[in-house]
């Protein structure tokens, strides 16, 4: 199986700031690869498929990048409503799917 | 509007059966392949099953195989997932997600989700 791992697993930031967050796959994916947001108590959300088409509603200031094992996800600007949890997973090797371990943008 | 609702979660003895459905409401259930993930207390994320938009091809984690059970009725616009052999470890919130591919193989992005249901599995 292919494992997804994201760094950092938590990242504090303030209202405005640009925020990186990557995932590494253990083998190459190509562009085999969404992410996810997730507010506690709350389904996921599909933000990013295919490593940067941007999903329908989703706000322009997330961006995916990457392709092969190293992907990362942007919010240029953050906003309070984007403080959650967010996954990457990757839909190359299949089955399984398999998602990474999350990253948790926090308040600072 | 697309609505994902699941039902049927609670808590059960270990080695018990419990079967959880997903009714499909606000676009053409019938076109869209379908998936169960689950999320354990405070965990991520884990991807259980998925079947096809008409249910030819099924496919399960390690975790679950010989286990759990995949199905759907079209004419219902419903999705199940029976489960056998509970085990403490299957105690999760059991969402179900939609498939982003429209009429073909998934696309394995899961563009729609349920609130989820909670499974417990207690003795």
């Known amino acids: 199986d292919i494992q997804m791992t994201q760094s950092p697993s938590s990242v504090s930031a303030s209202v405005g700031d640009r925020v990186t967050i990557t995932c590494r796959a253990s083998q190459g994916i190509s562009s085999w690869l969404a992410w996810y947001q997730q507010k506690p108590g709350k389904a996921p959300k599909l933000l990013i498929y295919?490593?940067?088409s941007l999903q329908s509603g989703v706000p322009s200031r997330f961006s995916g990048s990457g392709s092969g094992t190293d992907f990362t996800l942007t919010i240029s600007s953050l906003q309070p409503e984007d403080f959650a949890t967010y996954y990457c997973q990757q839909a190359n090797s299949f089955p399984p799917i398999t998602f990474g371990g999350g990253t948790k943008v926090e308040i600072k | 509007q697309v609505q994902l609702v699941e039902s049927g979660g609670g808590v059960v003895q270990p080695g018990r059966s419990l079967r959880l459905s997903c009714a499909a409401s606000g676009f053409t259930f019938s076109s869209y392949g379908m998936h169960w993930v689950r999320q354990a207390p405070g965990k991520g994320l884990e991807w259980v099953a998925v079947?096809?938009?008409?249910?030819?091809?099924?496919y399960y984690a390690d975790s679950v195989k010989g286990r759990f059970t995949i199905s759907r009725d079209n004419s219902k616009n419903t999705l199940y997932l029976q489960m056998n052999s509970l085990r403490a470890e299957d105690t999760a919130v059991y969402y179900c997600?939609?498939?982003?591919?429209?009429?073909?193989?998934?696309?394995?992005?899961?563009?729609?989700w349920g609130q989820g249901t909670l499974v417990t599995v207690s003795s």
């Open positions: 295919a490593a940067s």
């Open positions: 997600a939609r498939d982003k591919g429209y009429s073909t193989a998934p696309h394995l992005n899961l563009d729609y």
């Open positions: 079947i096809w938009y008409d249910g030819s091809n099924k």
